[in-house]
């Protein structure tokens, strides 16, 4: 027998056997790491990101359904309350109105915005201040039902231009009637969470590290472009000015809004 080849044979089968016991060891720390950050929760996950979320979420699901409305037909007596204006109803159901002479900002606050329009626009009080559009120089109000922002839809919407002395100048306004919750399946449907919305950002990487969540609430986004059907939809504000929209029903998330502002 040939001792030194069968040292060699030896040493080699230690070797194969010591790399498959290596290779099996990292492979069980590989599968139990990764068992770990599946347990994670959604929070830690954000920390580990240094992703926070500055204000107190609605607790819970929350029961919503679809809303659908019309767009209202305004007609010449729609016109008689607007005083020191020059208004006109364009295609019946929009109204160009332009002020007798432009109308400073008192006060740059919401609530003062708010209050104008309530007392010189049709229907006013059913607008919320919604921002500045730097690039037009307007003003943005977009309508509400039951205390719920109908987020950029073309057919609720108070658009108030401004001059060059930030001055309010004329504006063009459509609104929506009759407006009522859609029965599916005959009762309403149970929503996301605010908390799973985050989670479909996080996952889907719209959240990037340093983030943080500065605000949310929840409103009505156009189910279909150019419909009058709208689903219930998360609104976060991420760092104070990105607005990111969530399907409240589905949990997608919706990107029409930047496109909404090119084309409007």
Request: proline residues 3%; glycine residues 4%.
């Amino acid at each position: 027998m040939d001792w030194r080849k069968t040292k060699t044979i030896f040493i080699i089968v230690f070797l194969i056997l010591d790399v498959f016991l290596l290779f099996q060891f990292v492979e069980k720390r590989n599968s139990n790491q990764l068992g770990l950050l599946a347990e994670k929760t959604l929070e830690e996950q954000l920390e580990d990101n240094d992703i926070s979320i500055e204000i107190s979420l609605p607790k819970g699901p929350m029961n919503e359904t679809y809303i659908s409305g019309t767009s209202r037909q305004f007609d010449a007596e729609d016109l008689l309350p607007l005083k020191g204006q020059q208004a006109q109803i364009l295609n019946k159901s929009q109204i160009y109105s332009k002020f007798t002479t432009p109308i400073p900002i008192k006060e740059d606050s919401r609530k003062w915005l708010e209050d104008f329009v309530k007392q010189n626009v049709i229907e006013g009080s059913s607008y919320v201040f919604w921002g500045l559009e730097e690039e037009k120089h307007e003003l943005l109000f977009f309508q509400v039902f039951n205390g719920k922002t109908i987020f950029y839809n073309e057919n609720a919407v108070l658009h108030i231009q401004l001059n060059d002395k930030d001055e309010m100048v004329e504006y063009y306004q459509t609104y929506l009637e009759e407006i009522e919750e859609m029965n599916v399946d005959g009762d309403k449907t149970e929503s996301f969470t605010a908390l799973k919305a985050i989670e479909n950002m996080y996952e889907r990487n719209e959240l990037k590290p340093g983030s943080v969540v500065t605000d949310v609430d929840l409103g009505y986004y156009t189910l279909v472009k150019d419909s009058q059907v709208f689903v219930p939809t998360w609104h976060f504000i991420i760092d104070n000015k990105e607005s990111y929209f969530v399907n409240a029903l589905e949990g997608h998330i919706i990107r029409d809004a930047a496109q909404w502002r090119d084309e409007s």
